[in-house]
Nanobody
Framework: QVQLVESGGGLVQAGGSLRLSCAAS????????PDWHRQAPGQQRELVAQ???????NYADSVKGRFTISRTIAKNTLYLQMNSLKPEDTAVYYC?????????WGQGTQVTVSS
């Protein structure tokens, strides 16, 4: 059973920073490619950032230069450092891992950015 547990969300003013964490079991970060998604009210879930088994990173255009995805393989923990936050970053952020043809999601953590 894959379990993904996010933490670190909260309320922050525009321009502020937050760091999200995702503790994973059975999603092996140097084999799978875990990623962060987000979903704002009334909008579709979108990919925010991902990190390949080799450590290469990819970001949505809307967060490039502001967000950084990283991982600690020994702790099997995924991170998302979010700087220069904007009100449009307000969403529920989800950790995701795909094993074979199955998608696994965390419960999500709310990020709210006030203007």
């Amino acid at each position: 059973q894959v379990q993904l547990v996010e933490s670190g969300g909260g309320l922050v003013q525009a321009g502020g920073s937050l760091r999200l964490s995702c503790a994973a079991s059975r999603c092996i970060f140097n084999i799978n490619a875990p990623d962060w998604h987000r979903q704002a009210p009334g909008q579709q879930r979108e990919l925010v950032a991902q990190i390949t088994p080799g450590g290469m990173t990819n970001y949505a255009d809307s967060v490039k230069g502001r967000f950084t995805i990283s991982r600690t393989i020994a702790k099997n923990t995924l991170y998302l450092q979010m700087n220069s936050l904007k009100p449009e970053d307000t969403a529920v952020y989800y950790c995701h891992c795909k094993l074979g043809d199955r998608d696994y999601w965390g419960q999500g953590t709310q990020v709210t950015v006030s203007s």
